[in-house]
């Protein structure tokens, strides 16, 4: 496993063309946040947006709405029970479907909505409560623009394997096995590997151990994907993004606070750019 390093994620994240416009930068829906988890689908949008997104629709429960454009105005909303969804989805660059969906059967419905209306030429980014539902009850994505974005726990639920066997040797065999398309398996460090290549993050720290860190990566991989395409190198810049952004403000906050972890991020991709 290769390390994945500042000057990697540099030949990913390059200046933008001056005719650059919003259309060229990914239309990103994020299927999130129930009643009680209306923060994970708020920390994912923001980090999308900050990430660069073109466009950014948020799909969540009625509850959410009015906090979400409280605090990010740049996102859409729609509420996820909308007969309309599924022409949203199939609209979408890139879905993010899981974080703080919960794992009920209103929950189990959206994932599988979800699951039927993503087309082929969607990335698909499936974190939290979508992998939980996706191990408890068996169900084959056969999606190859498929991101899994498990942390350690999570893994374990998917493929069977407690995080201790979770090594550098085991887990590209287990995805290759058994999870179309790049797995991001979160941690200290986080790998991301692919079929034909497999890196090891080099930025982050213990500041990120706090809920809503994780919500936050989702935003940051779709934009990323959004702007730069699916790819393995693209991925594995955004996690060097997202991590290097908590370590800027680790550098004088014992805590990288999600919220404020997304905010940084523009910085980072201003450093990258001009590399
Ligand atoms: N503000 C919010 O709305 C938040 C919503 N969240 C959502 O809540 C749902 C449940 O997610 P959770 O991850 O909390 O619950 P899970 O039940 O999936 O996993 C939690 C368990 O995994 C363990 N674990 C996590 N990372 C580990 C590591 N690196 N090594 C060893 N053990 C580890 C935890 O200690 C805990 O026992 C998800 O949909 C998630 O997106 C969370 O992200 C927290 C914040
Ligand atoms: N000690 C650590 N070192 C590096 N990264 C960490 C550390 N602790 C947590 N992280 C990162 O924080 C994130 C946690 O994700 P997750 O558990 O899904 O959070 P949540 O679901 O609460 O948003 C992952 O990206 C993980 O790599
Ligand atoms: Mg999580």
């Known amino acids: 496993m290769q390390d994945f390093t500042e000057s990697m994620a540099a030949q990913v994240v390059r200046p933008r063309n001056n005719a650059n416009y919003k259309g060229q930068n990914g239309h990103i829906v994020i299927v999130a946040g129930n009643e009680r988890f209306g923060g994970a689908a708020i920390m994912s949008a923001q980090a999308a947006v900050y990430a660069g997104a073109g466009l950014v629709t948020v799909a969540t429960a009625a509850k ?11 996102a859409m909303v729609i509420d996820w029970a909308d007969a309309n969804l599924p022409i949203l ?17 209103a929950a189990l419905g959206i994932l599988s909505l979800v699951l039927s209306a993503v087309t082929d030429s969607a990335a698909l980014i499936i974190d939290g409560s979508a992998i939980t539902l996706i191990a408890e009850n068996h169900i084959k994505v056969l999606h190859q623009q498929t991101i899994w974005t498990p942390h350690p726990i999570e893994l374990q639920r998917l493929v069977q394997l407690a995080p201790p066997a979770q090594t550098d040797i085991v887990l590209p065999v287990v995805a290759h096995d058994q999870l179309p398309g790049i797995l991001v398996a979160k941690g200290a460090p986080t790998r991301t590997i692919a079929d034909h290549a497999a890196f ?26 959004g702007q730069f395409g699916f790819n393995v190198h693209v ?6 993004t997202h991590s290097a952004a908590a370590d800027l403000l680790a550098a004088d906050q014992y805590v990288a606070v999600p919220s404020q972890v997304a905010a940084a991020v523009p910085k980072i991709m201003r450093r990258l750019s001009q590399q």
């Open 64 to 74: 959410n709405h009015a906090p979400l454009h409280a605090r990010l105005p740049e």
């Open 89 to 105: 989805l199939r609209q979408a660059d890139v879905i993010v479907v899981g974080p703080g969906l919960g794992v009920d059967a």
């Open 200 to 225: 090891r993050n080099t930025s982050g720290g213990p500041a990120m151990a706090t809920g809503g860190t994780g919500d936050t990566l989702t935003g940051v991989i779709a934009a990323f994907c």
């Open 235 to 240: 991925v594995a810049a955004a996690v060097w």
